[in-house]
C-alpha cells in the first residue's frame, strides 16, 4: 500500500477571535498545493481514498486533492489528534492520503516507519507530502520520498 502523509496547505494565522479548528487556506497556501496536486498527478499518483481532520484546513487541503482521487474524502477525527495505530491499519485502498496537522503528521510518519511515535527526526512543513509503502503497521513501512510544498515530482 502506498500511504502519503500530507501536513495542511498554509491557513490564517492565529487569532484570538478564531477557533483554531476554523482557521481556513490563504490564497497562497492553495496555490502552493495546487502546484503539489499537480505534480502528484503528473507523476501518475492517484488516491483511492483520501482522509483527512475535520479542521477547515486540512479539509479544504483535501478537497484540493479531489482531481487525483477515485474514492471519497473521508472526515475522520483520528487525524486531528496523536496518531494511532489501529487508525493506519483501518485504511482502505492500494494509494490513500491522509491530511492532517504538526506534530501529528511527524509523529505518524515515525511510528509507521521505526514504530516510535515520538521520534523527532522530521517535521512537516504546510503542504508537505510524505510518501509511504508497506503495510500501514507500526515499523512496517518505508519512507519513499519527502516533497517539498512546491510540488517538486517523487523520484
Not at 478537497?63 to 474524502?73: A, M, R
Not at 510518501?131 to 517538486?152: D, F, I, V
Amino acid at each position: 500500500m502506498d500511504v502519503f502523509l500530507i501536513r495542511h496547505a498554509i491557513a490564517e494565522e492565529r487569532r484570538a477571535d478564531l477557533p483554531d479548528a476554523n482557521r481556513r487556506l490563504t490564497e497562497r497556501g492553495r496555490a502552493r498545493f495546487e502546484t503539489v496536486v499537480q505534480s502528484l498527478h503528473r507523476s501518475g499518483f492517484r488516491f483511492d481514498h483520501v482522509y483527512h481532520s475535520p479542521w477547515l484546513r486540512a479539509a479544504e487541503t483535501a478537497e484540493l486533492l479531489e482531481p487525483i482521487t477515485d474514492g471519497p474524502l473521508i472526515c475522520t477525527d483520528e487525524l486531528a489528534q496523536p496518531p494511532r495505530a489501529e487508525f493506519f491499519a483501518s485504511l482502505q485502498g492500494d494509494a490513500v492520503a491522509c491530511v492532517g496537522h504538526e506534530p501529528w503528521m511527524s509523529d505518524a510518519l515515525s511510528l509507521l516507519t521505526t514504530g516510535d511515535p515520538h521520534g523527532p527526526w522530521l517535521r512537516f512543513k504546510k503542504g508537505g507530502v510524505a510518501w509511504l509503502r508497506g503495510t500501514p503497521h507500526p515499523r512496517s513501512m518505508e519512507l519513499r520520498a519527502l516533497l517539498p510544498p512546491r510540488g517538486h515530482a517523487p523520484p
